[in-house]
């Protein structure tokens, strides 16, 4: 039984993967045909800030996805996943926020909140990157 639900998970994870990759594949052209339509637009290769924010958050939404595609990947092929990199792919993806949001939309009770969270994950991945350095690997 038990060897019937390992078999079936990994179907399901292969199939998540095969999932992501398109979904990342999508994202790129995506990324692609903006900066392609911004760049060409006159005043040629000049970009407006609100262009930019876009070009820079689709950019971070391929890379959240690389990450999410390499934690998939090592749970398909190790069973397992690493904190670490569900930490990493947390600060990616609060950093886009921060890069595409408008400070002057959010009340300052929210800012503090983002504030917080980033602090707690900063300080999660430490924690995490300092054990796993004393911890005898074997």
């Known amino acids: 039984m ?3 639900l390992r078999k079936f998970e990994r179907l399901v994870v292969a199939a998540l993967i095969l999932m992501l990759a398109l979904v990342i594949m999508l994202s790129l052209l995506e990324l692609g045909w903006v900066l392609v ?13 609100h262009e930019l924010l876009e070009l820079f958050g689709l950019f ?3 890379l959240i996805g690389i990450e999410l595609l390499e934690t998939m990947k090592r749970y398909y092929n190790e069973g397992r996943v690493e904190l670490d990199v569900i930490i ?3 600060l990616i993806a609060i950093g886009r926020k921060i890069i595409t ?6 009340n300052p009770l929210t ?8 602090l707690a994950l900063f300080v999660g991945y430490w924690v995490i ?4 350095h004393s ?4």
Not at 101 to 106: G, L
Not at 129 to 132: C, V
Not at 135 to 138: C, I, L, N, S, W
């Open 2 to 4: 038990i060897e019937h």
């Open 37 to 49: 339509r911004d760049i060409s637009k006159p005043p040629v290769f000049i970009l407006e800030i």
């Open 60 to 62: 971070l939404l391929v």
């Open 88 to 90: 990493s792919v947390s």
């Open 101 to 106: 949001m408008d400070p002057k939309e959010y």
């Open 111 to 118: 800012l503090v909140g983002i504030a917080a969270i980033i």
């Open 129 to 132: 990157k300092r054990t796993s």
């Open 135 to 138: 911890v005898p690997q074997g």
